[in-house]
């Protein structure tokens, strides 16, 4: 491969928050994503299962008791229990079709992920009776990690005893801010009080891992608020935190408040105050004996708790992904599932894969892709590059890295680079540098 930057690169200047997506959850960006390119994930599911690979399943639970206002997710807040019924059962047809096809017939996951939309709105008979399906046709007996997304007001004794029944390993609990005015205004379902009741009993229940999310940077979020916050999950002795810069994606009710009123600035903190308010967590959490692992996480002990889902999609797993607008990855394609839950059902019931676009990844594209998510981690060693790829970093984002070390984001070493703090925080920001040149334009609105 060649060097794929000609001219150095120039800093963004973000400031205040404007609408559109910083975060990198993926590469290449969504927006490369066709129809046209849907005949690449059936070439994959007719060819021979890999020996080497992890597959991990997702499955994605779009039902919420209410929209959150900064939430750009797939979520309904109006089904009832029959029509939650249907869908399930569509996305068990759905998987069974998939895992029929000789990619992926027999084996099993490394990891499973329930995401939302709430997978914790479910009923535990309706949750009992996916996973039952769900393991039958794709076994978790080996898996490393069953993660599963919650809604603290949606949990009680019954619930969680029911999902630590079914398998679940990882509970994450969708806390974002302590205080019931921030949480209100944000559109936010659950409240303060509940937060401690579900937190509490379900350390009683022996989950291997519990995280806790935050938000920096709601609405009405105040530094003093953010303290306070700080501290309760603090002191709430979590065995990892998630906190999250706010973001006002393009389909969010915010924005749709923003474009009515013509306001180009969301109504949430600015980048440098989200920035500082991560960096305080971070201190406070070191202080307390946590160790900061990502650009977001702080994990109390980094020997016991790992993040498998992440990592492994990281590291190149297939992803078998069901549900309605869900993502998946299978043997170097990217697909994403029907948008919307009616094209999605019309689909499945004609006997049809629900897959509405796909991007066939290259050699180079995984490489990006690898590296830049990776970084995510604040460092990244140039030999594993080397080793699968054949391609040394340091000759493909030269320019980059520059930038980084001269600017203070990043210190280069004959090993690897590392992150500065300041680098770390704004990593999202930074990596749209490294992202091939044809994939730059208009990546941000994705």
Known sequence: MQTTLESPVIEKKVEKTEAGNYFVSNYPPFSFWTPEQVPFVERVLHGQAPSRVPLGVYFHIPFCRKRCHFCYFKVYTDKNAGEIKAYIDAGMREMERLTAKPYLNGRKAHFVYFGGGTPSYLSVPQLKDLTDRMKALVPWDEAEEVAFEAEPGTLNETKLTGIREVGVTRLSLGVENFDDHILESNGRAHRSAEIGKAYNFARSLGFEHINIDLIAGMMNETEANWKVCVAKAIDMQPDAVTIYQMEVPFNTTIYQQMKAEGKVTAPVADW????????????????????????????????????????????????????????????????????????????????????????????????????????????????????????????????????????????????GVSLTRTGLLQVDRLLHDFFLPQHRQYARYT
Not at 359 to 369: A, G, L, N, P, S
């Open 272 to 415: 440098q105050i989200k920035r500082d308010w991560v960096s305080y967590a971070f201190d406070e959490f070191q202080k307390a004996g946590y160790t900061v692992t990502s650009a977001y996480t702080v994990v109390k002990n980094p020997k016991r708790i790992k993040f498998v889902y992440r990592d492994s999609l990281w590291d190149g797993a297939d992803l078998l992904s069901c549900g309605v607008a869900s993502f998946g990855h299978l043997g170097g394609v990217h697909y994403q599932n029907q948008a919307d839950v009616g094209p999605y059902m019309q689909a499945v019931d004609s006997g049809k894969l629900p897959i509405f676009r796909a991007y066939q990844t290259t050699h180079e594209d995984r490489f990006v892709r690898e590296f830049i998510l990776k970084l995510k981690l604040g460092r990244s060693d140039w030999a594993p590059y080397i080793k699968k790829y054949g391609e040394d970093p340091r000759k493909h984002f030269g320019p980059q890295l520059d930038y980084l070390a001269k600017e203070g984001f990043a210190k280069l070493d004959d090993a």
